[in-house]
T-cell receptor
Framework: EDKVVQSPLSLVVHEGDTVTLNCSYE??????LLWYKQEKKAPTFLFML????IEKKSGRLSSILDKKELFSILNITATQTGDSAVYLC??????????FGKGTRLHILP | NAGVMQNPRHLVRRRGQEARLRCSPM?????VYWYRQLPEEGLKFMVY????????ESGMPKERFSAEFPKEGPSILRIQQVVRGDSAAYFC???????????FGSGTRLTVV
């Protein structure tokens, strides 16, 4: 059975800290790995990773995929209170089905 | 619990026709989201609805696209006068609240010929 497992499930850090969120997957017909940030409404897209070992960056956020070990990490440096959210990892299959992890709930203390 | 049901799975329309995509949320879920995925791109948010209300439609094109989630029945994403650029996979997701428990449907692949 396909699965996407995120860890930790929740995380509390202080502003300015760096955090690493983990995502492992076991998915048939894997195509790409997606990261989303979800606050009060629908998730917003962060990254799509298709190739192994190539880091994607957007401001203080970065992510990388390891297709051999079947995992991805999402890094956030110099965290801010606005980074508080649920971060969702998802595996996109070749048949267009998306398997989501349960998310990591990140809370940044001022 | 059958999960989020989308139909049809595949839809082919000629340019200028209307496309109607349906989404039945999971039992107990009152929040519905529609996303569009273009080739080689991530999911792009389109609209967020609750029963009889549009909460956020900031991702919807200003023309030809509309969405509803009536009191009874599925959520409908409607595309009028389709063009080739509308060809994409359209995903619906539902959640019991706006923050967690987010579940996607299998999507509808729209092809405009």
């Amino acid at each position: 059975e396909d699965k996407v497992v995120q860890s930790p499930l929740s995380l509390v850090v202080h502003e300015g800290d760096t955090v690493t969120l983990n995502c492992s997957y076991e998915v048939t017909n894997f195509r790409s790995l997606l990261w989303y940030k979800q606050e009060k409404k629908a998730p917003t897209f962060l990254f799509m990773l298709t190739s192994s070992g190539i880091e994607k960056k957007s401001g203080r956020l970065s992510s990388i995929l390891d297709k051999k070990e079947l995992f991805s990490i999402l890094n956030i440096t110099a965290t801010q209170t606005g980074d508080s959210a649920v971060y969702l990892c998802a595996a996109y299959r070749g048949d267009d089905k998306i398997i989501f992890g349960k998310g990591t709930r990140l809370h940044i203390l001022p | 619990n059958a999960g989020v049901m989308q139909n049809p799975r595949h839809l082919v329309r000629r340019r200028g026709q209307e496309a109607r995509l349906r989404c039945s949320p999971m039992k107990g879920h009152s929040h519905v989201y529609w996303y569009r995925q273009l080739p080689e791109e991530g999911l792009k948010f389109m609209v967020y609805l609750q029963k009889e209300n549009i909460i956020d439609e900031s991702g919807m094109p200003k023309e030809r696209f509309s969405a509803e989630f009536p009191k009874e029945g599925p959520s409908i994403l409607r595309i009028q006068q389709v063009v080739r650029g509308d060809s994409a996979a359209y995903f619906c997701a539902s959640s019991p609240d706006s923050y967690y428990g987010y579940t996607f449907g299998s999507g509808t692949r729209l092809t405009v010929v």
